[in-house]
């Protein structure tokens, strides 16, 4: 954590969030009041339904508030744009293009006006290299593993230098040690970027372990922030040692009770 | 003890009794020809599984080959009694064979604009096909991306084409005729137009079926329209389009026959009519075979085609 911490950079005011479906109005998020500092790293949890994804896409810009205000760096978001890098939930990498070009793609969209060809492919390179797929660089996404493509999700995402990185349960889909492994090198990617990261997750531990400020959701409908929870676990921080830590069984034990004990059925507690 | 394992060497006391003849044998003179036989049938003993496993192999043959060969004589079998029941008035397989080997020794032969070979006929009829299923791609599939791309136009055209799709193509001949004053732009323009309908249909299809995830991933990198229809829409579009095109060719090549038969002049849907009218039935039943062989040809190196181009679906 550092002093940069207390600025506000994106900011949630009074967002409601009303989707039209088969069988009328369903009011998905209501009153989500959130602000986020530079270089902070915020995890969303809750459970299933709760809002989180669509919390997350308002950030994005995907989606559009039905009322409220979401400000980033003291603009309004419109749409999605390359400086609120998403890393989806199913990675998205396009199966035509290698993993190299999925993430060239991205590279030449942000930098191509300003930069040398060569430039952009040092930058392609680079991130590869920082999620340790140099060697997976001429696959195509049909050939690698899922852990892989995960990596090539947030490289592609990383590649871009965005002012924020939005990730929809990133690691979901994976298995625990290799979930395990990219939550350590996502750690050393952030400690080294310096990004500011909004995180949708289900995971207690992973919420603990990576976050600076845990969110957590109210269950739907009509879900709304519930509370939030300061993690004041220095950095860099360690696996192994955090298991015995007491701040960290004190944060897990207060997301747990929130999660099982509070919201265990459906009720509003804010 | 020899001449009996030699009488009966499928004797359950066989196996033994051979290896101790083959073993004994180079000892005698009178038993080398008796273990001669007696190794070999050692030999066949243990090459049993490898023999089990060339029965798999032929009968994984015959089976691939044997049905469509059953297939195929059945249709000769019914041909055959048709033509013997009729009284050789739709002649036999065996005639139009000899009759389809005397033509096919010189397809490429002119005698006039009314009497060419059976070569220059399907030449002229792909041709025409080509021309009509060319322009109809050049129009069909960017008309297909733009109706799939954009709701307005989709909801704009669906009536006209809902409309117009289920009308015979044959009953665009003669507006065809009136508008180009020939026969042979007549019979592309009717070729034009029933190979559109699939290219369009299943060009938007394709557009409008492209994953959510993907335009995601473009919308959040902020693409402009041009890449996302290069990078994003076309390689996802492309095997639908492939079917479209598929089915477009299929269908073109049904209806070239019956407009050459209306239009005349050279290709082989004329050359049909034209051996109707001498009343060649021969050639007739030549000329259903080779329309038959050539629409497989175009089927097979479509298929092969779309095959080459589809990507395997990513699964998390």
């Keep these: 954590m550092n002093a940069s911490l207390t600025s506000k950079f ?59 205000a979401l400000l980033c760096a003291n603009k309004e978001i419109k749409g999605p ?60 996404p049909g050939e690698i593993s899922g852990g892989m493509k995960q990596r090539v999700g947030i490289a592609r995402a990383l590649s871009m230098e965005p002012q924020v990185l939005l990730m929809d349960e990133p690691f979901g889909a994976l298995d625990a040690l290799t979930r395990a492994k ?75 009770d929130f999660l099982y004990t509070r919201q265990g059925h459906v009720e509003k507690v804010a | 003890m020899v001449s009996a394992v030699f009488h009966s060497p499928l004797d359950s006391a066989s196996p033994e009794a051979i290896k101790s003849i ?75 064979w000899q009759q389809a080997v005397t033509i096919f020794s010189d397809p490429f032969y002119r005698n006039g604009p009314n009497d060419q070979g059976v070569g220059w006929n399907v030449l002229a009829s792909l041709e025409r096909v080509a021309i009509g299923f060319g322009l109809a791609a050049v129009v069909g599939i960017p008309a297909g991306f733009v109706i799939g791309r954009f709701t307005f136009l989709s909801r704009m055209f669906n009536p006209l084409i809902s409309l117009l799709r289920p009308v015979s193509p044959l009953a665009w001949l003669p507006i065809g005729l009136l508008v180009f004053k020939g026969a042979n732009p007549a019979a592309i323009w009717t070729i034009f137009i029933c190979s559109i309908w699939p290219m369009i249909i299943n060009t938007a299809v394709g557009v409008q079926r492209v994953p959510q995830d993907y335009m995601n991933v473009a919308r959040v990198l902020n693409l402009s329209e041009w890449k996302i229809a290069t990078t994003i829409l076309f390689p996802s579009v492309l095997p639908y389009m492939l079917t479209g095109v598929r089915l477009a060719v299929g269908t073109a090549w049904l209806v070239i026959v019956a407009a050459e038969m209306l239009t005349g002049g050279v290709g082989i849907g004329f050359w049909v009519w034209d051996e109707w009218n001498n009343l060649n039935v021969k050639n007739i039943l030549i000329a259903i075979f080779v329309i038959g062989i050539v629409g497989l040809l175009l089927e097979y190196a479509l298929v092969k085609l779309a095959t080459a181009f589809t990507f395997e679906e990513v699964k998390a």
Excluded at chain 1, 83 to 109: G, I, K, M
Excluded at chain 2, 42 to 51: F, G, I, K
Aim: aromatic share 4%.
């Design chain 1, 10 to 68: 994106i900011e949630v005011q009074r967002v409601d969030q009303t989707f039209k479906t088969a069988k009328g109005l369903f009011p998905a998020l209501r009153g989500i009041d959130l602000t986020i500092a530079k270089g902070e790293f915020v995890a969303l949890i809750g459970h299933s339904g709760c809002g989180k994804s669509t919390l997350l896409n308002l950030i994005a810009g995907l989606t559009t508030p039905t009322s409220g």
């Design chain 1, 81 to 140: 744009g390359p400086e609120r890098a998403v890393v989806f939930q199913n990675h998205s990498l396009l199966p035509w293009l290698t993993c190299f070009d999925n993430v060239y793609l991205a590279v030449e969209r942000v930098f191509g006006r300003t930069e040398s060809k060569a430039q952009l492919r040092e930058r392609t390179d680079a991130a590869l290299a920082l999620v340790g797929l140099t060697h997976a660089a001429q696959k195509r």
């Design chain 1, 182 to 256: 990219l939550q350590d090198e996502l750690l050393e990617i952030v400690a080294r970027t310096q990004s500011t990261v909004v995180m949708v997750t289900h995971d207690v531990d992973e919420a603990v372990l990576l976050s600076d400020k845990i969110v957590m959701m109210t269950n739907g409908p009509a879900a709304t922030i519930g509370e939030v929870l300061q993690v004041d676990i220095p950095r860099p921080r360690s696996r192994v040692e955090l298991a015995e830590d007491p701040v960290y069984l004190q944060c897990r034990k207060a997301v747990i």
């Design chain 2, 22 to 96: 083959a073993g004994n044998a180079p000892s005698t003179g009178a038993a080398k020809p008796l273990a001669a036989q007696a190794t070999a049938a050692a030999a066949s003993a243990t090459a049993a599984p490898q023999r089990r496993d060339w029965a798999a192999l032929s009968r994984s043959f015959w089976m691939a080959v044997l049905p469509p060969a059953c297939g195929l004589g059945l249709l000769l079998g019914i041909w055959a009694l048709v033509s013997a029941t009729t009284g050789q008035s739709i002649p036999g397989p065996a005639e139009t």
